[in-house]
């Protein structure tokens, strides 16, 4: 997942993975917009063998990129994304992983930064090819934000349970599909609940 830099708090409350590889072999790619977006993120199905799935996440385990305390640097240039790649129960967190901020760096570091983004690549290339369909989720996580600049009234009413039915924001079931369905197509997160505006972040693969 890339995110982070300066993006308003609905975008921040929407940030999820790019790329989520599954057991089972389920592959969810983000699909790639041109320019900011208000919105969740939209997603694809493909398939492919549990057992490529398992390759790579055994490669990213012996690599020892996910060891705790892997020294990736941090480059000198401000409000760039962080990118988080998890597998396997560890978790590593770079900053400005593109190699273009990568000059100033240590060898070592910069061989690290290197060999994390061929690992990424490898991933992300896995489904290359494979049929994809557009995907819906059995669970989304709801959450409200300030409204931001934009203080103008919602005209699209809340597609979901009552907020309060909501126990830590999660909406499961046929009806997460629907309400996220309805946010892909609702940039801004703006919505009259009970004929009051609100800002709500609607989350398909939150990061907890």
Not at 77 to 99: F, H, K, Q
Not at 166 to 195: F, I, M, Q, T
């Amino acid at each position: 997942m890339r995110a982070g830099g300066r993006v308003p708090s609905v975008v921040a409350a929407m940030q999820s993975p790019s790329l989520a590889l599954y057991d089972d072999g389920r592959v969810l790619t983000a699909v790639k917009e041109t320019a900011l977006q208000e919105a969740p993120a939209r997603y694809e199905l493909a398939r492919i063998t549990p057992a490529a799935v398992r390759d790579v996440v055994a490669a990213a385990r012996k690599s020892g990129l996910l060891d705790p305390g892997t020294d990736f640097g941090t480059p000198r240039m401000p409000d760039l994304a962080t990118t988080t790649v998890a597998a396997g129960g560890s978790t590593v967190r770079v900053y400005a992983l593109d190699g273009r901020f990568d000059d100033r760096l240590t060898a070592p570091q910069r061989e690290a930064r290197a060999a994390l983004r061929g690992l990424l690549g490898q991933a992300e290339a896995l489904a290359a090819g494979a049929p994809r369909t557009p995907w819906l989720p059995d669970l989304v996580l709801v959450r409200e934000v300030p409204p931001g600049r934009n203080t103008g009234p919602a005209t699209v009413v809340w597609p979901g349970a009552p907020l309060s039915d909501l126990p830590a924001g999660e909406l499961r079931g046929a009806g997460a599909g629907a309400v996220y369905a309805a946010a892909l197509e609702n940039p801004g997160g703006r919505w009259l609940v009970d004929g009051v505006t609100r800002v709500l972040a609607v989350n398909p693969l939150p990061v907890l």
